[in-house]
């Protein structure tokens, strides 16, 4: 098993930025690939980002690409997301993942955290 929670989510303007983390506890954070995803209110949960264990490799949705950064510390067991220049349309509650792949889709992901919200005003 692999506990995840999040941190860092709030409520800022347009333009602003935040940094959620994510800290994992359990079996070794560095075997795991993690992942990103946020749900708006009344839309299907989406892929965010992900990264590779070791941190070498990133993955992310179209909309979020030079905005957001995703990155990694093993020796902390903590992942983080970057996410600037932020948009109302960013608002939502996102959420970690712990998986196998470094992809989009929830089935590969086999852990999840309870969410953080993060909500920008216009």
């Known amino acids: 098993q692999v506990q995840l929670v999040e941190s860092g989510g709030g409520l800022v303007q347009a333009g602003g930025s935040l940094r959620l983390s994510c800290a994992a506890s359990?079996?070794?954070?560095?075997?795991?690939?993690m992942g990103w995803f946020r749900q708006a209110p009344g839309k299907e949960r989406e892929f965010v980002a992900a990264?590779?264990?070791?941190?070498?490799?990133?993955l992310y949705r179209d909309s979020v690409k030079g905005r957001f950064t995703v990155s990694r510390d093993n020796a902390k067991n903590t992942v983080y997301l970057q996410m600037n220049s932020l948009k109302p349309e960013d608002t939502a509650v996102y959420y970690c993942?712990?998986?196998?792949?470094?992809?989009?889709?929830?089935?590969?992901?086999?852990?999840w955290g309870q969410g953080t919200q993060v909500t920008v005003s216009s």
């Open positions: 359990g079996r070794t954070f560095s075997n795991y690939v």
């Open positions: 990264i590779n264990r070791r941190g070498g490799g990133t």
């Open positions: 993942a712990a998986g196998t792949a470094v992809v989009g889709t929830e089935r590969q992901y086999d852990y």
